[in-house]
């Protein structure tokens, strides 16, 4: 009885070693080896896998690069440099030029104390569901609506309610996935150069009289910034001021002119004389690479 037991326990053994042979032997014939670009391209890539170039992550858009010859300028957050990698590792042509980090900004400042509310919303803590109750509780249509759904999607933390309950970025945590824009409902939060060093913090584009009547802190469209920072790049258009960042002017005297005050620093930590010098600075290199 017990060398049945033994001679059925050899032979179990016996024949497991031989399947496990053979499926070793069977892996390596019929083994799909990985293009090696693969994973070079996953090390070129950020490794953010914030979603922001429409697959689920780093790895599976090096994938796809190689797989499905996707797009290789699809990783906004690893900008120019990264796109010159992967087209070295492609073997492909890259004419990509260095640009400038593109950051969100949230361009409202209208809170409870300084802009009027048409009712108290209770529902999902959501933007977008708030939206589709008479587009928000707010009675401007084009601000900030708080509830936070921009930084439930930022993949890195990057936004963020200050003090006062008000919604912003931190721009060098900012990746620019622009997931943030893609989920905002009202498209108050937008793109802005990393350098930028004032904003106008409002998205409203209706007429002065109305803004006034429903919030404190709103642009009024009367054109005072283009006329004190005429070389500041600053257009107002269906009652709203915009800049144009290619202009290189001061804006500090529009800043201070701006009777609602919607004209704000970029930068939070910096004050506007911190902001004028730095424009200063910009403007000398400028006329010295010009004079070059």
């Given at each position: 009885?017990?060398l049945?037991?033994?001679y059925?326990?050899?032979?179990?053994?016996a024949l497991?070693?031989?399947?496990?042979?053979?499926?070793?032997?069977?892996?390596?014939?019929?083994?799909?080896?990985?293009?090696?670009?693969?994973?070079?391209?996953?090390?070129?890539?950020?490794?953010?896998?914030?979603?922001?170039?429409?697959?689920?992550?780093?790895?599976?858009?090096?994938?796809?690069?190689?797989?499905?010859?996707a797009?290789i300028?699809?990783?906004?957050?690893?900008g120019?440099s990264?796109?010159?990698?992967v087209?070295?590792?492609?073997?492909?042509?890259?004419?990509?030029?260095e640009?400038?980090?593109?950051?969100?900004?949230?361009?409202?400042?209208?809170?409870?104390?300084?802009?009027?509310?048409?009712?108290e919303y209770?529902?999902?803590?959501?933007?977008?569901?708030?939206h589709?109750l008479?587009?928000?509780?707010?009675?401007?249509?084009?601000?900030?609506?708080?509830?936070?759904?921009?930084?439930?999607?930022?993949?890195?933390?990057?936004?963020?309610?200050d003090?006062?309950?008000?919604?912003?970025?931190?721009?060098?945590?900012?990746?620019?996935?622009?997931?943030?824009?893609?989920v905002?409902?009202?498209?108050?939060?937008?793109?802005?150069?990393?350098?930028?060093d004032?904003?106008?913090?409002?998205n409203?584009?209706e007429?002065?009289?109305?803004?006034?009547?429903?919030?404190?802190?709103?642009?009024?469209?009367?054109?005072?910034?283009?006329?004190?920072?005429p070389?500041?790049?600053?257009k107002?258009?269906?009652?709203?001021?915009?800049?144009?960042?290619?202009?290189?002017?001061e804006?500090?005297?529009?800043?201070?002119?701006?009777?609602?005050?919607?004209?704000?620093?970029?930068?939070?930590?910096l004050?506007?004389?911190e902001?004028?010098?730095?424009n200063?600075?910009?403007?000398?290199?400028?006329?010295?690479?010009?004079?070059?």
């Amino acid at each position: 009885m017990i060398l049945r037991v033994i001679y059925s326990f050899l032979s179990v053994a016996a024949l497991g070693g031989l399947l496990g042979i053979g499926l070793a032997y069977a892996s390596k014939i019929f083994a799909v080896k990985k293009d090696e670009r693969i994973e070079e391209l996953e090390k070129a890539l950020p490794g953010a896998n914030c979603g922001a170039c429409g697959y689920a992550g780093c790895a599976a858009y090096a994938e796809a690069i190689v797989e499905e010859n996707a797009e290789i300028n699809l990783c906004s957050p690893g900008g120019a440099s990264t796109i010159k990698a992967v087209a070295e590792i492609m073997g492909l042509e890259s004419d990509v030029g260095e640009s400038e980090k593109m950051v969100a900004q949230v361009h409202c400042r209208g809170s409870k104390a300084t802009a009027s509310y048409l009712f108290e919303y209770r529902g999902v803590v959501d933007c977008n569901a708030a939206h589709m109750l008479f587009e928000g509780d707010k009675e401007c249509k084009f601000g900030c609506l708080g509830l936070g759904s921009c930084i439930k999607v930022c993949p890195t933390d990057a936004i963020y309610y200050d003090q006062e309950g008000l919604v912003r970025v931190d721009r060098e945590k900012c990746i620019s996935c622009e997931k943030c824009v893609e989920v905002c409902p009202t498209g108050v939060m937008q793109m802005i150069p990393y350098s930028a060093d004032y904003i106008v913090a409002c998205n409203s584009t209706e007429k002065g009289a109305v803004v006034r009547k429903y919030c404190k802190v709103g642009c009024i469209g009367c054109k005072i910034c283009e006329k004190k920072s005429p070389d500041g790049g600053f257009k107002v258009e269906n009652f709203l001021a915009t800049i144009d960042y290619s202009q290189q002017g001061e804006r500090v005297s529009a800043a201070k002119a701006c009777p609602p005050k919607c004209i704000i620093p970029a930068d939070d930590s910096l004050m506007p004389a911190e902001h004028e010098k730095k424009n200063e600075e910009k403007r000398e290199k400028k006329a010295v690479n010009e004079k070059a």
